[in-house]
């Protein structure tokens, strides 16, 4: 029998523990690094070698965190996605009210994003070639949409819909976040109020659409229609 202390191979545990911690440390250095490099000079003229110089580490070491620029933009992909569901599950998924609830998920994440605009649109390049790893809708980002999407998901759950919306609209509200991402790196106002204004007006129309599409009185003419584009979006695998 082994002590509590020690693994199978006879390492102690408190060892490993205290190498994997300063290991989380150096990564999050590099990253914090890396990504201040990105805002400061952007992300063409930044290389992993200025990132470790910067960071006070080894390029190989480096390396061993993240082997390419691109392995550093997903952990930052990770990063804001993480921070953005920590908030909303901490303060904003208690709102009562659809509409508040809604606009603040939006709100917090133009709040993370306020100061990465250039390093947002230098990104967005990757948009249009489903195959690169960076591409916010290709295959390299599914788990992190995907996560985006359950967290809409889930500021809906205390909604009462009916089971076809249920399905469409956190992607939707997905859909409609990232439209507002895209015009807040042409959004040139002070502090971006324009975004802010154009979340706030959407906010009140999604919640007036729902409310309109859920009324009894239509749902001979909506149903079918609601059942039709259900019908189309799972044909396509867009749900």
């Given at each position: 029998?082994?002590?509590?202390?020690?693994?199978a191979?006879?390492?102690?545990?408190?060892?490993?523990?205290?190498?994997?911690?300063k290991?989380?440390?150096?990564?999050?250095?590099?990253?914090?690094t890396?990504?201040?490099?990105?805002?400061?000079?952007?992300?063409d003229?930044?290389t992993m070698?200025?990132?470790?110089a910067?960071a006070?580490?080894?390029l190989?070491?480096?390396?061993?965190?993240?082997p390419?620029?691109?392995?550093?933009v997903m952990?930052?992909?990770?990063?804001?996605q993480?921070?953005?569901?920590?908030v909303?599950?901490?303060?904003?998924?208690?709102?009562p009210?659809?509409?508040?609830?809604?606009?603040?998920?939006?709100?917090?994440k133009?709040?993370?994003?306020?100061?990465?605009?250039?390093?947002?649109g230098?990104?967005f390049?990757?948009?249009?070639n489903?195959?690169?790893?960076?591409s916010f809708?290709g295959?390299?980002?599914?788990?992190?949409?995907?996560?985006?999407?359950?967290?809409?998901?889930?500021?809906?759950?205390?909604?009462?819909?009916?089971?076809?919306?249920r399905?469409?609209?956190?992607?939707?509200?997905?859909?409609?976040?990232m439209?507002?991402?895209?015009?807040?790196?042409?959004?040139?106002?002070?502090?971006?109020?324009?975004t802010?204004?154009l979340?706030?007006?959407?906010?009140?129309?999604t919640?007036s659409?729902?409310k309109?599409?859920?009324?009894?009185?239509l749902?001979?003419?909506?149903?079918p229609?609601?059942?039709?584009?259900l019908?189309?979006l799972?044909?396509?695998?867009?749900?």
């Amino acid at each position: 029998m082994f002590k509590s202390s020690e693994s199978a191979d006879g390492l102690d545990v408190s060892v490993l523990a205290e190498k994997a911690g300063k290991g989380e440390v150096t990564r999050e250095k590099i990253l914090d690094t890396a990504v201040g490099l990105f805002r400061e000079r952007g992300f063409d003229e930044t290389t992993m070698r200025k990132v470790a110089a910067q960071a006070g580490v080894a390029l190989g070491l480096t390396y061993h965190y993240f082997p390419s620029k691109e392995a550093v933009v997903m952990a930052y992909y990770d990063r804001v996605q993480g921070e953005h569901r920590r908030v909303v599950e901490e303060t904003v998924l208690a709102v009562p009210g659809l509409r508040d609830r809604l606009a603040q998920m939006f709100h917090t994440k133009l709040d993370i994003l306020r100061d990465d605009r250039r390093l947002m649109g230098a990104l967005f390049r990757y948009t249009g070639n489903p195959e690169h790893p960076l591409s916010f809708l290709g295959r390299g980002t599914k788990a992190i949409r995907e996560d985006c999407i359950s967290l809409f998901a889930e500021a809906l759950e205390r909604e009462e819909l009916p089971d076809d919306l249920r399905v469409m609209m956190p992607k939707a509200i997905w859909a409609l976040h990232m439209g507002v991402l895209l015009y807040f790196l042409y959004d040139t106002s002070d502090g971006q109020t324009r975004t802010r204004r154009l979340v706030d007006g959407s906010m009140d129309l999604t919640v007036s659409l729902l409310k309109l599409v859920k009324l009894p009185l239509l749902a001979p003419v909506l149903g079918p229609v609601r059942r039709s584009v259900l019908g189309l979006l799972r044909e396509v695998e867009l749900v």
